[in-house]
């Protein structure tokens, strides 16, 4: 039967797909193949070639194992507080699964994990177009739907998919409190990126610089006189310290760095205890011997953290022929951050368009100093691979960008004619 559970939710998917896109017949077709290229590389992995690098990965068994245990408890129960979080809860949601559909077998949730993938890159699609063109919304979504390593992480037996959904669609909420008004949007925002944080804490940076950044825009506003903007920016700030107070009052989605209480007690001291010996571990572990001793340390590190966590491999650190598809991933990022670079300009012409690059500068300094090798280095990029593609129009590979200076504007313009068919 689980073959036929996993049948059923594939083409539950596409009737979603069918209905979330009954009048946009290009997006439509994005996120269809979006959905054949997840279901093929699942079918690929599950029944073909099991087994190949890249495509199944360790932490699965466990996630497995650990889903079992929490299956025999059965649904009823498992609907009962207290919740998981961190690792657990995606145990705990692979358990009430195998419990629901009363099968073990893995496809029935990389099914599930297929279709928070197809739905990232629809949230996608709808951050960019709030903050860009349709036209940049669609090559963008075009990119999510095809980025190779993307693809996989979104149908493997892992969290990457469940995070990256729920964290885009609370940037999309807020982004669209931002640019629309609608306040209940700013409160969905919360939930949907504290859910994502409880799967993992590196969302947590998002909601951070989030805070941080609508504080700024408060005291900005009573300097500049621009009192109509305070109130706005008090609100939103208040809903976010809620939030963060509610997270570190119960720990929820903070396991990784205390649990309960741990926001008030971690700063860099901690981190310099946490995070800042050498914990490299095997073939593919960079920067032996980096350890960090104190806050100076953590300042000048956290440039080159970041640079090896985003663009590693390197070409010399390749050991196999398997390391040529991390040196390809890397040659993407590569790309995106260069667009991002290009597209300042830009993003400066639009306060959500800042508080997007902040939320990403913000998550890529956690997982930099949280990883050491760039195995595990290109599982969690890809974690943020649909807010890195969002924050800037201007994606070499594929198009160009037209600067609009006779209307003296930086409207982009999108050339490339392929995407718009």
């Known amino acids: 039967m689980g073959h036929v559970y996993t049948v059923l939710i594939l083409l539950a998917t596409l009737l979603l797909v069918r209905l979330f896109t009954n009048e946009d017949r290009v997006l439509g077709k994005v996120l269809f193949w979006a959905l054949v290229a997840r279901a093929g590389i699942m079918i690929l992995d599950s029944y073909i070639y099991p087994g190949l690098p890249y495509l199944t990965a360790r932490d699965a068994s466990r996630f497995h194992s650990v889903g079992l245990g929490f299956a025999e408890m059965g649904f009823a129960e498992l609907l009962k507080p207290p919740y998981p979080t961190g690792s657990a809860l995606y145990a705990y949601w692979v358990g009430m699964v195998y419990s629901l559909f009363g099968t073990t077998e893995q496809t029935v949730v990389k099914a599930f994990n297929v279709m928070a993938g197809v739905f990232t890159v629809y949230n996608g699609y709808h951050i960019s177009r709030m903050l860009w063109t349709r036209n940049i919304a669609i090559q963008n979504a075009w990119i999510l ?5 993307l693809v996989v992480y ?25 640019k629309r008004g609608r306040t209940h949007h700013i409160f969905l925002a919360i939930i949907s990126i504290s859910f994502s944080s409880a799967f993992h804490v590196g969302a947590l940076m998002s909601l951070l610089a989030l805070a941080a950044y609508n504080i ?18 008090v609100f939103s700030t208040l809903v976010l310290l809620a939030g ?22 971690f700063g860099v ?50 050991g196999s022929v398997w390391d040529l598809v991390g040196l390809f991933d890397a040659l993407l990022y590569l790309s995106i951050f260069f667009g991002i670079y ?9 306060p959500a368009r800042v508080i997007l690059l902040l939320m990403l500068i913000g998550m890529v300094i956690t997982f930099a100093w949280g990883v050491t090798n760039y195995g595990t280095g290109m599982r969690h990029r890809a974690k943020i691979v649909t807010v890195a593609v969002c924050a800037a129009p201007y994606f070499y590979p594929f198009r160009k960008l037209v600067f609009d200076k006779a209307r ?14």
């Not at 739907?145 to 390593?149: H, K, R």
């Not at 700024?216 to 920016?233: D, I, M, P």
């Not at 997270?247 to 008030?264: F, R, V, Y």
């Open 145 to 149: 739907a095809l980025f190779p390593l």
């Open 154 to 178: 979104s149908q493997n037996f892992l969290r990457e998919a469940f995070f990256a959904f729920f964290l885009t669609l609370g940037i999309k909420y807020f982004i669209s409190w931002y």
């Open 216 to 233: 700024w825009l408060f005291v900005h506003s009573l300097f500049t006189g621009q009192t109509y903007k305070a109130g706005r920016t």
């Open 244 to 265: 963060l107070f509610y997270m570190n009052a119960t720990g929820w989605g903070l396991p990784s760095i205390g649990g309960e209480g741990a926001l008030q007690e």
């Open 269 to 318: 001291e901690e981190l310099i205890e946490e995070r800042g010996g050498d914990r490299r571990a095997g073939r593919a572990a960079y920067l032996a011997g980096m350890t960090a001793n104190n806050p100076v340390d953590v300042v000048w590190q956290t440039p080159i953290r970041a640079a090896y966590f985003l663009f590693a491999p390197f070409p010399w650190m390749m």
């Open 342 to 350: 290009k597209s300042m300009p830009l993003i400066r012409q639009d």
């Open 408 to 421: 003296r504007s930086w409207q982009v313009v999108f050339t490339s004619k392929w995407f718009r068919k």
